[in-house]
């Protein structure tokens, strides 16, 4: 019997791709660095900050400082802009979610959260509209683990008061997250609602699980 779903953030509940974007390469360009030189730090601290063990603004201060690059101004301009686009995305989630997210409450289904986010994310993630909805809420900069670590996954199970196998967890399919949720047990679901509006890296249907095109398809899975 489901007795709890559990959500991935992005490309399942908000887009980024429908946002102005505000990722790496646009800032390796407001640095005046060409990209390559900016990925050396960026991409060698992606595991870090996703973890909690570097903030993003530690990260962009090293990268000026070490290119000779760094002024408070334009420091400042790169922390506002990066800022302003996580807030953005809050704008572009599937409107479908609300009645979906009331309907498995009316069902006392509980609510669950797990994101792979930096320092950054954190505060916008917590002022989305969606984010009151949920009963437990782990966040990968906080917690110090990641999906598809399968300790991730069964803290949040524990938090919800749920075995993991009566647990559905729905997410876009990025970084194996499907994988980690059905190796503990839990109901795997793809969402791909989102799937169209990623230009910059199409994402494609992983056969082996259930796609779901709507928000409210979730529903035909509940055991």
Not at 43 to 63: M, S, Y
Not at 67 to 95: C, G, M, P, Q, W
Not at 142 to 162: D, F, H, R, W
Request: proline residues 5%.
């Amino acid at each position: 019997m489901t007795k709890a779903i559990i959500f991935d953030m992005y490309e399942t509940l908000v887009s980024c791709h429908r946002a102005k974007m505000y990722f790496g390469e646009h800032i390796a360009k407001d640095l005046g660095l060409e990209e390559a030189r900016f990925r050396e730090v960026w991409d060698a601290t992606d595991e870090a900050r996703t973890l909690g063990k570097i903030t993003f603004e530690k990260v962009i201060h090293d990268i000026m400082v070490q290119n000779d690059v760094y002024s408070d101004k334009l420091y400042e301009k790169i922390l506002t802009k990066r800022r302003e686009s996580k807030l953005a995305f809050n704008r572009y989630y599937n409107k479908e979610l609300i009645p979906l997210f009331d309907t498995l409450k009316s069902l006392n289904i509980k609510l669950g959260l797990i994101s792979n986010c930096y320092s950054e994310e954190v505060n916008p993630i917590r002022e989305c509209v969606l984010y009151p909805y949920f009963d437990a809420a782990f966040l990968s900069y906080e917690q110090g683990i990641k999906k598809p670590n399968p300790e991730i996954y069964l803290k949040s199970a524990v938090a919800l008061g749920v075995p993991a196998k009566e647990c559905i967890y729905v997410g876009d399919g990025a970084g194996e997250e499907l994988y980690g949720a059905r190796d503990v047990g839990m109901y795997p679901l793809q969402a791909t609602w989102f799937f169209k509006y990623n230009k910059r890296r199409p994402p494609e249907p992983d056969p082996n699980f259930k796609q779901v095109d709507k928000p409210m398809g979730i529903l035909k899975y509940l055991a």
